[in-house]
């Protein structure tokens, strides 16, 4: 069945430095591929989603590009802030419903 | 804007007790959703609902029932509250299903704990 991986259930960061999450995901079809976040004691909100059209999608800084070859929908930023710690999911659509994966924990710290 | 209002916050019960969560949302969407978040282990999908009256079982369901009494309000039941049970519930609506890349809209969620 369809699946999504994140690798790294926590990421500690220095303020300043590069930010690269991973997500990979297995699916039958051509899913759309989304990242939510959730700050503490909030609730998980859409942070970016993918285009049909192979366009990259930004949102606060963060980006993602679909690589439908390795599978994967990595998120990405220049440079971690710290209300960047937060909580990150990755999901795909699949057969009416999101699957999602385990989730990685960001913490950045000053 | 809308907004998706979870009730209780925070829901004590007993081991055995049956324990009900609400939840609201104003967006006039027609799918709502009740998942179950434990550390590490992702959003799992209770129950899920595409219209009033509608219910359809996530992978999760068993040891709970739900209820879509009108358009904007979605219950979870707890059937018989277990201490391994304790986690966060998350409800959530869309517009459409899932799969159509619309984006779910989240509750705060209601912490279950059980003494």
């Known amino acids: 069945g369809d699946s999504v991986t994140q690798t790294e259930g926590l990421v500690t960061l220095t303020e300043g430095l590069p930010v690269m999450l991973n997500c990979t995901y297995q699916?039958?079809?051509?899913?759309?591929l989304f990242w939510y976040v959730q700050h503490l004691n909030e609730a998980p909100k859409l942070l970016l989603k993918?285009?049909?059209d192979n366009k990259r999608p930004e949102h606060q800084g963060f980006h993602a590009t679909l690589h439908k070859s390795s599978s994967s929908f990595h998120l990405q930023k220049s440079s971690a802030q710290l209300s960047d710690s937060a909580l990150y999911y990755c999901?795909?659509?699949?057969?009416?419903?999101?699957?999602w994966g385990s989730g990685t924990k960001l913490i950045i710290k000053p | 804007g809308g907004i998706i209002t979870q009730t209780p916050k925070f829901l004590i019960g007993q081991e055995g007790q049956k324990l009900t969560l609400k939840c609201q949302q104003n967006?006039?969407?027609?799918?709502m959703y009740w998942y179950r978040q434990d550390s590490g282990k992702g959003l799992r999908l209770i129950y899920y609902?595409?219209?009033?009256?509608?219910?359809q079982k996530g992978d999760l369901s068993e040891g709970y029932d739900a209820s879509r009494e009108k358009k904007s309000s979605f219950s979870l039941t707890v059937t018989s509250a277990q201490k391994n049970e304790m986690a966060v519930f998350l409800c959530?609506?869309?517009?459409?299903?899932?799969?159509?890349?619309?984006?779910?809209?989240f509750g705060e969620g209601s912490r279950l704990i059980v003494v």
């Open positions: 699916s039958t079809y051509s899913p759309f």
């Open positions: 959530a609506s869309s517009r459409d299903r899932g799969n159509s890349g619309n984006t779910l809209y």
């Open positions: 967006f006039n969407h027609d799918t």
């Open positions: 993918s285009f049909t």
């Open positions: 999901a795909l659509n699949s057969n009416y419903q999101l699957i």
């Open positions: 609902s595409i219209t009033e009256n509608d219910l």
